[in-house]
């Protein structure tokens, strides 16, 4: 006769997957494919293949002279990306989460967040330098920006501020109607702010595309990382305690329980 499991269902204990395992792995395999079509696309920047230089160029002029002949439209485009989405307003976004999360007592979760921040901005700088990739160059700029255009830092501190910020309501459970909100405007300003740099003349399409992708693959890769270390730190099983002394033998059948009794002396 077989020995049940001590589950009761006739699985072995301890082979069920805990659902933030899953949930991570899920979140590190997006990061991946997002990650490997930012390098694709980094590669292909950096060979000047044929169609792409050509479609970044179509896109580029075509917005440019909507700009030039829209001056209202662009001094708002200008408003925005330099002060609404702007890269340090990201970053402020994030340093409220991260307090907030300190407040709360989530200290780790706050230095992680904190932490992403700083590898999206050295990542994206670092990528900037090495690929060094000249911005669009017009007779009749409508705006100007400085460093390498490669890849959009605007775009990828939008992606990366917005993803985290999303991913942190969710983490500690933040009511649905609140998520809803940030859902919303972490659309709108990473959308918006792609467009605007667009549109002001300052980046090629394949810029802004780059600047979301690495921005998405490394908040995936984050919750996705956080989540496995979480639990596994929640599903380690504690050392089996060991009793303290001698173990007790069941009393015999027919006898209490206890210490024998001694019988009374005899009168």
Not at 55 to 80: F, K, Q, Y
Not at 184 to 195: D, K, Y
Not at 210 to 234: K, M, N
Request: hydrophobic share 50%; proline share 9%; charged share 15%.
């Amino acid at each position: 006769m077989g020995t049940p499991s001590s589950s009761g269902t006739g699985s072995a204990p301890g082979t069920a997957t805990p659902p933030g395992t899953t949930a991570g792995a899920r979140a590190l395999c997006t990061a991946g494919w997002l990650a490997v079509a930012a390098v694709a696309l980094g590669l292909l920047v950096a060979v000047r293949w044929p169609p792409l230089v050509h479609t970044d160029r179509t896109v580029a002029g075509d917005l440019h002279r909507m700009a030039r002949a829209s001056p209202d439209w662009t001094e708002a485009n200008r408003i925005l990306t330099d002060w609404a989405w702007d890269p340090w307003t990201m970053r402020a976004v994030l340093v409220v989460f991260v307090g907030w999360l300190v407040w709360r007592g989530v200290r780790v979760l706050a230095a992680w967040v904190a932490a992403t921040s700083v590898v999206g901005t050295l990542l994206q700088q670092g990528l900037k330098a090495l690929l060094d990739r000249p911005r669009p160059v017009w007779p009749d700029p409508v705006d100007s920006a400085h460093y390498a255009s490669f890849p959009s830092g605007h775009a990828m501190t939008a992606t990366v501020a917005g993803g985290l910020a999303l991913w942190v309501l969710a983490e500690r459970g933040a009511p649905v109607v609140w998520r809803r909100v940030v859902a919303t405007l972490a659309v709108v300003s990473v959308l918006g702010v792609g467009c605007t740099r667009l549109y002001l003349g300052v980046h090629w399409l394949s810029d802004v595309l780059a600047g979301w992708l690495l921005g998405a693959a490394l908040v995936a890769a984050a919750a996705g990382l956080y989540t496995r270390l979480a639990s596994a730190a929640a599903t380690t099983p504690p050392d089996a305690e060991k009793p303290s002394g001698p173990a007790t033998a069941p009393p015999e059948a027919g006898k209490p329980a206890g210490p024998a009794s001694t019988p009374p002396n005899a009168e």
